[in-house]
């Protein structure tokens, strides 16, 4: 686990990262509180953090309001090691929203037993993360995690005035799959079609479980041109990379996908694009199943 230092004196950041490396964390290093919330953007921005609080520029109680300030809900375990010491700065630190307080100069083995504690937490809260989050079944986004980022893109594409393309696609004769091979087969074959869509679209396109057999995926900077190709690309490898149950049992399956490419006049909402797309999908199995259309 990634732990961020912030300490404006390279000694005490060079003692800490040998201990933090001794107890199997990877260290982030920063000297003052803005290259600390520099660090705090990153995608895989450090969750435990050990925050100094006389620094040059931001004090650390103040690094502390301001990371407890942010609003997308990320939360960050804050440990202050300060040359402060007694209540009144137990409890500035606390009130600013550290977790946690220990006095320099520190005893390496509480502050190892301080770190293990808060390394729980951070994981404590990655499981809940990922609950909330992810479908349990396939470990794409479930539907509450697909809608949130459906939002910010249509919100970043307007931004942007970049274009945003999405695709709803639903498995053909699923409850064939389900009668014919068994329940279990069937949540085979439904994370075989994740493994496809995983392995066929790019790193920041998004992959949602809406509902049983039905799928959402988000393309970032696509139109709809491009979004026929990845359509494409995906019903073909779903229909020609059947499900391989075991040696002698393959299940063959197909996909119906719709398109739409977001348009800032027409679509009114995030509803009427995704309408949009559905009403695309309905088409498609209203013509014979297996196939685009947009
Ligand atoms: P269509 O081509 O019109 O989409 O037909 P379909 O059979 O795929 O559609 P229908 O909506 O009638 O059936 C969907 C089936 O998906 C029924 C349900 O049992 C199955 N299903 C939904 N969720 C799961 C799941 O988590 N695991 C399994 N094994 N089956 C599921
Ligand atoms: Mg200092
Ligand atoms: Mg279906
Ligand atoms: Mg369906």
Redesign the pocket.
């Known amino acids: 686990m990634d732990v961020l230092i912030v300490d404006d004196d390279a000694v005490t950041r060079l003692a800490l990262s040998a201990a933090l490396e001794e107890w199997s964390f990877v260290p982030i290093l920063a000297e003052n509180g803005d290259q600390a919330l520099k660090k705090l953007e990153a995608d895989n921005a450090p969750h435990l953090l050990v925050i100094d609080w006389s620094m040059p520029g931001m004090s650390g109680p103040e690094l502390c309001k301001t990371i407890r300030k942010r609003e997308d809900g990320q939360f960050f375990y804050i440990l202050m090691l300060t040359g402060k010491e007694g209540n009144e700065a137990i409890i500035e630190a606390m009130e600013a929203g550290a977790d946690d307080f220990l006095s320099k100069p520190f005893d390496h083995r509480v502050l190892k037993v301080r770190i293990a504690a808060g390394s729980r937490i951070v994981r404590l809260e990655q499981t809940l993360n990922q609950l909330a989050s992810r479908d349990a079944?396939t470990q794409c986004w479930n539907r509450r995690m697909i809608d949130e980022l459906f939002t910010n893109s249509i919100a970043e594409s307007t931004r942007k005035r970049s274009a945003f393309s999405i695709m709803v696609l639903?498995?053909?004769?699923?409850?064939?799959v389900?009668d014919t091979y068994g329940?279990a087969a069937?949540?085979v074959a439904?994370k075989h079609v994740v493994n496809i869509l995983n392995t066929n679209l790019r790193e920041y396109d998004q992959v949602g479980r809406y509902g049983?057999?039905e799928f959402v995926i988000l393309l970032p900077s696509t139109d709809v041109n491009e979004a026929w190709g990845v359509a494409e690309r995906v019903r073909s490898a779903i229909q020609f990379q059947p499900t391989v149950l075991n040696d002698d049992t393959k299940v063959d399956m197909t996909v119906s996908i719709g398109i739409a490419q977001f348009n800032r006049s027409r679509d009114i909402n995030q509803n009427a694009f995704f309408e949009r797309a559905d009403k695309a999908l309905y088409t498609a199995?209203q013509s014979g199943?297996n196939r685009i259309i947009c």
Do not use: V
Not at 170 to 176: C, E, G, L, R, V
């Open positions: 079944l639903d498995i053909d004769h699923f409850k064939a389900n329940h069937g949540d439904l049983g057999e199995k199943r």
